[in-house]
């Protein structure tokens, strides 16, 4: 909390957080809680009349390339509503936070996929969401893994499914899927337990 916020003047004389709401919420907290003054006012960065575009930039330098990286799967939401709700052309967002395009646009993938199936799923059972999971649906969508799923008859939403339900244990024993699902002993194993046990037979035969 020692890092200045980042604030922009809008037109109307208010002024609007553009990097740091966790931080000014703290302030906020410790103000309401302690009623110290020195909880009243906050180091900020204050700029004035920043386009939108400027306030993207600031917004992926400080999460996405620089020192107080998001998670995965925020950085996937917040690519998602640049991409949508924003309209930004690709180009323009692998201007701004490098990469290339395919994995820009894998990251998106992934995280839509998590919102229709996964939260669907998970909503629907009571479990918790857990952004954690990004990965595994990463690994998930490459197309050869994918495959492999609806080889054996399964929509590729079950794959969410077995996720909450605790079959994927781990990110790294995606790619082995196709392995898995091609040995009915391994499939059989997955289905009951996980991936772990399943690799176990697939390593045996």
């Given amino acids: 909390i020692i890092h ?7 037109p109307d004389g208010t002024y609007v957080a553009i990097e740091g709401n966790t931080r000014l919420y703290i ?11 020195i909880w009243s006012r906050i180091p900020a960065m204050v700029y004035h009349g920043l386009t939108p575009l400027e306030k993207h930039e600031i917004r992926l330098q400080s999460h996405l390339v620089g020192p107080r990286e ?25 201007d701004l936070c490098g990469g290339r395009k395919t994995e820009i646009r894998k990251s998106i993938d992934t ?9 669907t799923y998970v909503d629907k ?6 952004p954690r999971s990004f990965s595994k649906f990463q690994e998930f969508l490459t197309p050869v893994v994918r495959r492999s ?7 590729e939403s079950k794959f969410a499914e077995w996720v909450a339900e605790g079959n994927v244990d781990k990110a790294l024993g995606v790619r082995e899927l ?13 289905l009951k337990k996980n991936l772990s046990e399943a690799e176990k037979v697939v390593n045996a035969a």
């Fill in 4 to 10: 200045p916020i980042i604030v922009n003047l809008e």
């Fill in 27 to 37: 302030y906020k907290e410790f103000y309401t809680e302690t009623g110290d003054s």
């Fill in 70 to 94: 998001w998670d995965p799967y925020s950085k996937a939401k917040y690519l998602w509503e640049l991409s949508t709700l924003e309209h930004m052309p690709m180009d323009q967002l692998v």
């Fill in 111 to 119: 995280y839509v996929y998590m919102e229709d199936h996964y939260r």
């Fill in 125 to 130: 059972h009571g479990y918790d969401f857990e």
């Fill in 149 to 155: 799923i609806t080889r054996q008859g399964f929509d």
């Fill in 178 to 190: 196709p392995d898995i699902m091609a040995n009915p002993e391994a499939r059989t194993v997955f």
